[in-house]
């Protein structure tokens, strides 16, 4: 499960996040553990042109604690188009061979909450207009909300792709799940 908040301030045009832990992560690394680290991109890269941003990897833990605020620059337009989305995936950290893929959330950039002028914000990840999410890494098998995505035909679709070839060499089950029409959460696990 990936626990964080969520919100936009209109007045400075920035996006802010805040990756707060994960809890109850896959184990990928041979030794019972992971060396995990969430990186986070706005889809379609193509229209945000912004660069991924990522913490710091905890080394052999389940149960990482982050406490990680981003700010990102970004116009609220871009925002508002059909298809953007910000993506939270969990790698594991590999020293020798590629990161490997633990888990992915997905939020429509529609759904996330605006913010009033002089809001605190990131100062406080309480505060009560972000949006506070708890959201499982899925490990089922495919889902309904996956189907949707793989019919799709626009930049959204064609991002995840591209990303879904970035990571390691894949196999296994993909799946998703669509909380309150918020936020679907993806996975793949070996």
Request: aromatic fraction near 10%; proline fraction near 5%; glycine fraction near 6%.
């Amino acid at each position: 499960m990936l626990h964080f908040s969520v919100g936009y301030i209109q007045n400075k045009e920035i996006l802010e996040i805040t990756v707060v832990k994960g809890t109850n992560l896959p184990a990928v690394d041979s030794n019972g553990f992971s060396d995990p680290f969430v990186e986070i991109v706005l889809m379609p890269e193509k229209r945000f042109k912004i660069k991924a941003v990522k913490t710091d990897y905890k080394g052999k833990e389940l149960n990482p604690v982050y406490h990680k605020d981003f700010k990102i620059n970004v116009k609220e337009k871009f925002l508002d188009m059909s298809g953007s989305v910000v993506s939270l995936t969990v790698f594991d950290h590999d020293f020798i061979t590629k990161n490997e893929f633990c888990g992915m959330v997905v939020i429509a950039c529609k759904d996330i909450p605006r913010l009033p002028t002089g809001s605190s914000g990131i100062d406080d990840p309480n505060a009560p207009e972000r949006k506070n999410l708890s959201l499982p890494l899925v490990t089922d098998t495919m889902t309904p909300a996956l189907k949707e995505l793989s019919e799709r035909s626009h930049q959204y679709v064609h991002d995840f792709n591209l990303w879904y070839k970035r990571g390691s060499s894949f196999a296994g089950n993909i799946a998703s799940s669509l909380t309150g029409g918020f936020a679907r959460a993806f996975s793949l696990r070996h």
